[in-house]
């Protein structure tokens, strides 16, 4: 009788192990793939290799390969998705850094955060509308232009899917910060503060990174344009789901 119950007890350890060795195995696998992304992007430079666009191509690959779904990944990879908010908190630092410039220019950020966020809530609404999505399609599509901390957030109370909405954060980043540099060309944005506004409003996260390459004064307008958006939204968006919907 005692080797059967030794047996079991192996097995309970074995599932043990092999359910903590698949919780490790997705965190793992997100972290490698985006290093390796990083250093494919400092090699190309070009918008198809950044690493919030070719780090989640190559772990849905992955994915489909390995036969896992959505919720197996998130089981274990939960925390890096609340990691975010501390990063987002970090960007305080170059805004501090920058403390004078943004005193100097605080009306015309102001301005620019209130109109550039309206336009593009309402964009997202009508444009989900015209296409005929369904609710909770359209509430989760209204805050994909701000940093995913806050628009996660606002997608609940609004009755969104914060799931989705997390992905169209990241296709509007990616998008943003692809054609920020080609909108730089075009647009006769000559002071440092309209170029980060541009990133940071556009782009969010993705956007803060690409304004610092640019410059150190592009990267910390980005940073704050980013937060303030983001703390506008928070306070802006379920009243303008009411009164959408």
């Known amino acids: 009788m005692d080797a059967p119950a030794g047996g079991a007890l192996s097995m309970d350890a074995a599932f043990s192990l092999a359910t903590g060795a698949n919780l490790l195995l997705w965190p793992a696998a997100t ?3 985006y290093w390796l992304a990083k250093l494919a992007y ?12 070719l780090a989640p191509v190559l772990l849905l690959g992955l994915a489909l390969m390995a ?5 197996d990944y998130m089981r274990g990879s939960h925390f890096l998705l609340l990691m975010l908010g501390p990063a987002t908190v970090a960007f305080a630092l170059p805004i501090y850094e920058r403390r004078a410039l943004i005193a100097r220019h605080w009306k015309v950020l102001a301005v620019g955060v209130c109109a550039g966020s309206g336009m593009a809530m309402t964009s997202a609404w009508l444009l989900a509308t015209w296409l005929h999505l369904s609710p909770a399609l359209r509430l989760s599509l209204l805050p994909r232009s701000i940093s995913t901390p806050f628009a996660i957030v606002i997608s609940g109370d609004v009755g969104g899917v914060p799931d989705l909405t997390a992905v169209f954060v990241i296709m509007t980043g990616v998008f943003g910060a692809a054609t920020g540099g080609l909108l730089l060309r075009w647009l006769p944005l000559r002071s440092a503060v309209a170029r980060g506004a541009l990133f940071g409003m556009g ?7 690409r304004a610092m390459s640019v410059g150190d004064e592009e990267g910390s307008i980005a940073g704050l344009t980013m937060v303030l958006a983001g703390l506008l939204n928070v306070a802006v968006a379920p009243l303008l789901a009411q009164l959408l919907g």
């Open 203 to 209: 782009a969010h996260g993705a956007g803060v990174t």
């Open 42 to 53: 400092r090699r190309v430079r070009q918008w198809w290799a950044m690493p919030l666009l």
């Open 67 to 71: 036969g896992a779904r959505y919720d």
């Open 31 to 33: 972290i490698g793939v």
